[in-house]
């Protein structure tokens, strides 16, 4: 088992605020910490892009966001014009939600066109898809992830962290990096909350993390996870 510093594991978690009531003063303090601890990135809202560009300019620390959030169900000209707008925005990631409907109905071929629309869309800029293994069984997470990684998906990423995404384990996580097969990265979101959890998620097999808890993660501070 890899160990790692506070300071190790800062440098893989992209620090979450995607609330939909956020405000700038929330915003200022998120980039504020991203910058004092050196996370990897903050995950923000679409709207807050220009804003996390300007206070994050030469930082080093990505400006990522939330494509689709949190429902999918939007049309797939939509997220595409979406994903298009956020990176002119200055955006150099995208996390994306896929259609669950499609995928639970089996219309596997719209589910995996739509990923690669989006992917095309990206021109090259990372792409991380939302699995919500919350709502899925292993037969389906296998199959979705499967999909993602032949559309062309930089990351594969077990939840959202969001509503029935559910949360990390380290059962999912392995099986992630098991189909990722060293071809796409995987990323762990949902019930990160102390240190000695981000460790076993990264063993798991996760490269990035993505949590709203980042601080008190590397200080030590964190609460009980829910991480198994």
């Not at 979450?16 to 504020?32: G, I, Q, W």
């Not at 080093?60 to 994903?83: H, N, Q, R, W």
């Amino acid at each position: 088992m890899t160990t790692y510093t506070p300071q190790e594991v800062a440098k893989k978690i992209q620090h979450t605020l995607v609330t939909p009531d956020a405000s700038e003063k929330d915003m200022e303090k998120v980039l504020k910490e991203c910058l004092t601890y050196q996370f990897d990135g903050a995950m923000i809202q679409p709207c807050w892009v220009p804003f996390a560009k300007k206070k994050l300019a030469g930082s080093g620390i990505k400006v990522c966001t939330a494509l689709g959030f949190p429902m999918g169900g939007m049309l797939t000209s939509s997220k595409v014009a979406e994903a298009i707008e956020v990176f002119e925005a200055g955006a150099e990631e995208i996390d994306f939600m896929p259609n669950y409907g499609w995928f639970k109905s089996g219309r596997d071929d719209e589910f995996h066109d739509e990923i690669a629309a989006v992917v095309k869309a990206a021109k090259g800029k990372t792409v991380k898809i939302m699995l919500e293994f919350g709502m899925l069984n292993r037969e389906e997470k296998i199959r979705a992830a499967t999909l993602a990684k032949k559309a062309g998906v930089t990351y594969l990423k077990n939840s959202s962290g969001w509503g029935q995404g559910g949360h990390a384990t380290v059962e999912d996580i392995a099986l992630l990096k098991e189909i990722a097969n060293g071809k796409v990265g995987v990323k762990a979101s949902g019930g990160i909350r102390n240190f000695d959890t981000a460790v076993k998620i990264l063993n798991a097999g996760a490269e990035l993390i993505g949590t709203s808890g980042s601080v008190k993660i590397v200080t030590g501070e964190g609460e009980e996870s829910t991480v198994y």
